[in-house]
């Protein structure tokens, strides 16, 4: 069966960096394009990344453009999140989600990032 | 960016219950919408998608209408594990975008 485990999350600084890791099975990772979706405590969930299935096209949300990096390695079956100069307000539940034919079929667990000093 | 916007922003309903819950885009997205129900401390599920198709295992009394803009997700009968929040998505166009979400609670 499908399954979408991300890591990576933590505590950190503003200022600093993390990276974000979602490691897949259960399906043809190199297939399906991938997101990621964020969920800031209490709120409602956003759209910060997406990447096709080989990598040539990817889109970042307004508020992380610039800052955040979305990447894969199909060999790995693993997609990435790096983020750069993190601010309080993308404290946040990070979801890797699968892109099915409509809709965001599978997500993972989520990976929590709380940035504070 | 089209923006979506859901009614109500809650609501409170008994078990047994037909709840009907609306989902507005700001701009025409064909049939480009999906709604998701995610429970506290759980990763969202999608339930159905293309404003009407039944994701795989969800039960019967889930559904979903609309077109264009308007949109309803409706459960006919509400049953305890029903309580949640709901999530409406379009995907007609990057960025995607979800609605603010309707929380429906016990009555």
């Known amino acids: 069966q499908v399954h979408l485990v991300e890591s990576g999350g933590g505590v950190v600084q503003p200022g600093r960096s993390l990276r974000l890791s979602c490691e897949a099975s259960?399906?043809?990772?190199?297939?399906?394009?991938m997101h990621w979706v964020r969920q800031a405590p209490g709120k409602g969930l956003e759209s910060v990344a997406v990447?096709?299935?080989?990598?040539?096209?990817?889109y970042y949300g307004d508020s992380v453009k610039g800052r955040f990096t979305i990447s894969r390695d199909n060999s790995k079956n693993t997609l990435y999140l790096q983020m750069n100069s993190l601010r309080g307000e993308d404290t946040a539940m990070y979801y890797c989600?699968?892109?099915?034919?409509?809709?965001?079929?599978?997500w993972g667990q989520g990976a929590l990032v709380t940035v504070s000093s | 960016d089209i923006r979506m916007t859901q009614s109500p922003s809650s609501l409170s309903a008994s078990v047994g219950a037909r709840v009907t819950i609306t989902c507005r885009a700001s701009q025409r997205i064909s049939t480009y919408l999906n709604w998701y129900q995610q429970k506290p401390g759980k990763a969202p599920e999608l339930l159905i998608y293309a404003a009407s198709s039944l994701q795989s295992g969800v039960p019967s009394r889930f559904s979903g209408s609309g077109s264009g803009t308007d949109f309803t997700l409706t459960i006919s009968s509400l049953q305890p594990e029903d309580f949640a929040t709901y999530y409406c998505?379009?995907?007609?166009?990057?960025?995607?975008?979800f609605g603010p979400g309707t929380k429906v609670d016990i009555k």
């Open positions: 998505q379009q995907t007609y166009s990057v960025p995607i975008t």
């Open positions: 989600a699968r892109a099915g034919s409509s809709g965001f079929d599978y």
């Open positions: 259960g399906f043809t990772f190199s297939t399906y394009a």
């Open positions: 990447m096709s299935n080989d990598g040539s096209n990817k």
